[in-house]
């Protein structure tokens, strides 16, 4: 069993940057691809970032590619996205994610086996 605790979320001005973390617990956390979801009101979660286990290759959402950064910690179990320049349209809950072992990473939300509880991010206009 995974545990995901994100933090790091909230209120930030257009043009800002906030870092989100997301702490594992449980095993194997080096051997699992990670990623980040978010979900804005009224709209379906979607993918933002997420970062393979085994190089720590990234991939990015077309919307944050540039302003956003996957990172992972292993020694630490923790995951990170670090987001600059901000604008409104990022506002959403922000969800970490753990595939199973050995699985490469993905877009889609159904390879992914763990969740988090989720932290807001608000950016104001």
């Known amino acids: 069993q995974v545990q995901l605790v994100e933090s790091g979320g909230g209120l930030v001005q257009v043009g ?3 870092r ?7 095993r194997a956390f080096s051997s699992r691809a990670m990623g980040w979801f978010r979900q804005a009101p009224g709209k379906e979660r979607e993918f933002v970032a997420a970062i393979g286990w085994s190089i720590g290759t990234t991939y990015y959402a077309d919307s944050v590619k540039g302003r956003f950064t996957i990172s992972r910690d292993n020694a630490k179990n923790t995951v990170y996205l670090e987001m600059n320049s901000l604008k409104p349209e990022d506002t959403a809950v922000y969800y970490c994610a753990a595939t199973s072992r050995n699985r490469s990473y993905s877009t889609k939300e159904s390879d992914y086996t763990y969740w988090g509880q989720g932290t807001q991010v608000t950016v104001s206009a």
């Open 16 to 18: 800002g940057s906030l």
């Open 20 to 26: 989100l973390s997301c702490a594992a617990s449980g």
